[in-house]
């Protein structure tokens, strides 16, 4: 695993905990729909789908990690999220929500995940 793709894990290894501890059920991570692109988190939150797209960056990155979701890439979070609603049977009652979570990690100190819901 190189160092970039260990970040991630990281990342969202720490998203997956504050989803958990938020109330959510963590359904599943790393979905992948052939070339279409993958869902980092999907969660659910009482009758809500939640696809979770997670962003981790170090400090001092170009830009921070809850700026990194342009219109193309919530484009494409949404017809993930009809992919795997088709491929798991449907819609759930409380309808699909497209969240972000952010991790900034410090030079010191402990990593700083911040959760925005709803983001597309």
């Known amino acids: 695993m190189n160092a970039r793709s260990a970040l991630g894990k990281y990342g969202e ?3 997956a905990r504050r989803l958990t501890e ?3 059920t963590v359904l599943e991570r ?3 729909c052939g070339r279409s692109g993958e869902i980092d988190i999907v969660a659910r939150d009482g009758e809500v789908l939640v696809v979770c797209e997670v962003k981790t960056r170090r400090a001092g990155s ?3 990690p809850m ?3 342009p219109p193309e ?3 494409r979070l949404r017809s993930l999220a009809e992919h795997w609603i088709h491929a798991h049977g449907g819609a759930p009652p409380g309808g699909v929500r497209i969240d972000l979570v952010g991790v900034l990690l410090p030079r010191r100190g402990a990593a700083r ?3 925005a819901r709803g983001v597309a």
Do not use: Y
Request: no cysteine.
């Open 73 to 75: 890439k919530a484009r």
């Open 13 to 15: 290894d720490l998203a």
């Open 67 to 69: 700026a990194a979701v």
């Open 113 to 115: 995940v911040e959760h």
């Open 30 to 32: 790393n979905w992948r």
């Open 22 to 24: 938020a109330g959510m």
């Open 62 to 64: 170009f830009q921070h």
